[in-house]
């Protein structure tokens, strides 16, 4: 499977130069995406959020290849951005 490999590099105060490479970058895999390791992290990410409302977000993305146009998903995130704001 294809992979995108990257590198990033920077300068810290003193001058000296740091690099890193990744050669997958996590989330890529050769064999599709682990959908129960990636709901993991995003409760872990967003942890703020009511399980109802993490719930209606996953839902709605993990229904993404079938759904006819983002408004659901759209709709559920709209919704959790303006509670979050309260």
Do not use: N, W
């Not at 989330?27 to 409760?43: N, Q, R, W």
């Amino acid at each position: 499977g294809e992979f995108y490999p990257c590198a990033l590099q920077m300068e810290d105060r003193s001058g000296e130069t740091l690099r890193v490479e990744v050669l997958r970058p996590p989330g890529v895999s050769p064999d599709g995406l682990d959908a129960g390791g990636i709901i993991e992290k995003f409760t872990r990410l967003t942890e703020a959020l009511g399980p109802s409302q993490r719930d209606r977000i996953v839902d709605a993305v993990m229904a993404l290849d079938t759904a006819p146009h983002c408004d659901q998903l759209m709709q559920a995130l709209a919704e959790d951005a303006s509670r979050a704001k309260r």
